[in-house]
């Protein structure tokens, strides 16, 4: 073979390769796609940062909460369940048709809900002589008693249909700092105290739940410090119109405050 002729057939297999090699490469790519689903409650869809993606769904999903943004990051392509009221019978019920054997993350915030939470909230901004300490215990009482057994359930069913995946289960911010500053409502520094340690123990009660399930927990407690309702950069909205925009993470909060917390552990 004369070497011209050879050189032309080293090159053309050389070619061969390298195109087999970027068709490879191509479908490797493509496989490594993130399929990742987000379930959850309003906190989880993005109730409170007023720009919402399905505008005639009551579920408030928006760009601005930390699913999107999380996608955003990792190029994800997320299937997005949150719906704003879900309880933790809705994402039985409701959010995990998504889940696969090929679902590689999910995250979830699930059980404010379950305890009555905007009932209790709305019931101490009630003004004096009501007071909210009755409603406070009910929903303790509840998260002790009750609410272990419907998280066990949602993340048993989440294992069981999405085996493979990574979960992360976030939990819920402390809404008050001890001040009074809207006129409208008035709920009292001791409320507020009160309301903050029922935000504690569903937030431990979350995260020893999730940890029984060898599933991640993104604590946002801290995260959230000086920046609740009546600080000077509030990442909460306090009371707002429409009323469901209340005591909700803000677009800061979604960015500032849940977004960060998860990003580090995913």
Same mark, same amino acid.
């Given at each position: 073979?004369?070497?011209?002729?050879?050189?032309?057939?080293?090159?053309?297999?050389?070619?061969?390769? &390298?195109?087999?090699?970027?068709?490879?490469?191509?479908?490797?790519?493509?496989?490594?796609?993130?399929?990742?689903?987000?379930?959850?409650?309003?906190?989880?869809? =993005?109730? =409170?940062?007023? !720009?919402?993606?399905?505008?005639?769904?009551?579920?408030?999903?928006?760009?601005?909460?930390?699913?999107?943004?999380?996608?955003?990051?990792?190029?994800?392509?997320?299937?997005?369940?949150?719906?704003? =009221?879900? #309880?933790?019978?809705?994402?039985?019920?409701?959010?995990?048709?998504?889940?696969?054997?090929?679902?590689?993350?999910?995250?979830?915030?699930?059980?404010?809900? !379950?305890?009555?939470?905007?009932?209790?909230?709305?019931?101490?901004?009630?003004?004096?002589?009501?007071?909210?300490?009755?409603?406070?215990?009910?929903?303790? #009482?509840?998260?002790?008693?009750?609410?272990?057994? #419907?998280?066990?359930?949602?993340?048993?069913?989440?294992?069981?249909?999405?085996?493979?995946? !990574?979960?992360?289960?976030?939990?819920?911010?402390?809404?008050?700092?001890?001040?009074?500053?809207?006129?409208?409502?008035?709920?009292?520094?001791?409320?507020?105290?009160?309301?903050?340690?029922?935000?504690?123990?569903?937030?431990?009660?979350?995260?020893?739940?999730?940890?029984?399930?060898?599933?991640?927990?993104?604590?946002?407690? !801290?995260? &959230?410090?000086?920046?609740?309702?009546?600080?000077?950069?509030?990442?909460?909205?306090?009371?707002?119109?429409?009323?469901?925009?209340?005591?909700?993470?803000? #677009?800061?909060?979604?960015?500032?405050?849940?977004?960060?917390?998860?990003?580090?552990?995913?």
């Amino acid at each position: 073979m004369s070497i011209p002729r050879r050189i032309s057939t080293m090159a053309a297999a050389t070619a061969a390769a &390298f195109v087999s090699v970027m068709a490879l490469t191509g479908t490797a790519a493509q496989a490594q796609t993130i399929e990742y689903v987000a379930l959850g409650d309003s906190y989880a869809s =993005g109730v =409170g940062t007023r !720009d919402y993606i399905d505008d005639g769904s009551d579920c408030k999903r928006s760009d601005a909460a930390y699913p999107s943004l999380l996608a955003d990051e990792l190029g994800a392509d997320l299937t997005f369940a949150a719906c704003s =009221g879900a #309880k933790t019978g809705n994402v039985l019920a409701d959010q995990l048709d998504g889940l696969s054997s090929s679902t590689d993350l999910v995250t979830i915030t699930i059980g404010g809900n !379950d305890t009555g939470w905007t009932g209790v909230v709305q019931k101490c901004a009630y003004p004096y002589p009501w007071t909210c300490t009755a409603e406070i215990d009910a929903a303790e #009482k509840f998260i002790r008693e009750q609410l272990p057994a #419907k998280l066990h359930a949602v993340y048993d069913a989440i294992e069981s249909a999405a085996p493979n995946a !990574d979960v992360v289960v976030l939990g819920y911010p402390r809404l008050f700092n001890g001040e009074e500053c809207n006129a409208i409502t008035r709920i009292s520094p001791g409320e507020q105290a009160a309301l903050n340690d029922a935000a504690d123990l569903l937030g431990d009660t979350i995260g020893q739940v999730a940890g029984s399930h060898g599933f991640q927990y993104a604590d946002v407690r !801290d995260a &959230f410090e000086d920046h609740a309702v009546c600080d000077d950069t509030e990442w909460l909205n306090g009371i707002s119109y429409p009323i469901a925009e209340s005591y909700h993470p803000n #677009k800061s909060g979604q960015q500032d405050g849940y977004f960060p917390v998860l990003n580090g552990i995913v």
